[in-house]
């Protein structure tokens, strides 16, 4: 019963680096996501996923990127780290139906020095 | 453009109080959800409401939709220490089957 698993749970990264951060669930959702969670801002979206081979922007992906080659798995590629990347960031999953509820992983917590 | 408004950011109480946080908007949302978030874990989804006027309980804690269906409160009855989290409410974007629209949340402290 492992739902959505994230990998990091840790990263620190110096500035200009790049790295990805890995999402894969294991409940044929086909919707993804990727959102970030800064102090006093909420949940705000980055990318994300209606099907296999389907990526679209949210509200801030600047500095990021995804691909969906599979149902199960979502990267999130940072191409060049910068310290406003500083965030904690959730993968998240859901079905299309109506008020089906979204499915967070743990978070991965990374600091861009 | 949807927003939500949740009231107040941050609340902390003795164990054994009540308290009610809010979630606020100008729009009408077809349903809400509330979600818990606990340290170092994401959020969990607790209850979707879906009518005007509904009121859903869970244990200790109440959920009710506005009747207009622009609004939504979480009432908890004897606030325990692990109640302590981040709540969050949420509502679908207008023409999505996917898209959530997301208050920036309640940080509730409950001390022993």
């Known amino acids: 019963n492992a739902g959505v698993t994230q990998t990091p749970k840790f990263q620190v990264l110096k500035t200009g680096q790049s790295m990805t951060l890995q999402c894969a669930q294991d409940m044929n959702h086909e919707y993804m996501s990727w959102y970030r969670q800064d102090p006093g801002m909420g949940l705000r979206l980055i990318h994300y996923s209606v099907g296999a081979g389907i990526t679209d922007q949210g509200e801030v992906p600047n500095g990021y990127n995804v691909s969906r080659s599979t149902t199960e798995d979502f990267p999130l590629r940072l191409l060049s780290a910068a310290p406003s990347q500083t965030s904690v960031y959730f993968c998240?999953?859901?079905?299309?139906?109506?008020?089906?509820?979204?499915?967070f992983g743990n978070g991965t917590r990374l600091t861009v020095t | 453009t949807q927003l939500l408004e949740q009231s107040p950011q941050f609340l902390s109480i003795q164990e054994g109080e009540n308290l009610t946080v809010y979630c606020n908007s100008s729009?009408?949302?077809?349903?809400l959800q509330w979600y818990r978030q606990e340290p170092g874990e994401g959020p969990v989804l607790l209850v979707t409401?879906?009518?005007g006027g509904e009121v859903k309980k869970l244990k200790r804690l109440t959920f009710q939709f506005g009747d207009a269906r622009k609004d939504s409160s979480l009432h908890i009855t004897a606030a325990q220490p692990g109640d302590t989290g981040l709540y969050l409410c949420?509502?679908?974007?207008?023409?999505?089957?996917?898209?959530?629209?997301w208050g920036a949340g309640t940080k509730l402290i409950i001390k022993p």
């Open positions: 409401v879906v009518t």
């Open positions: 998240a999953s859901k079905t299309g139906v109506g008020n089906s509820p979204l499915h």
């Open positions: 729009s009408v949302f077809s349903s």
């Open positions: 949420a509502g679908p974007e207008s023409d999505s089957n996917y898209q959530l629209i």
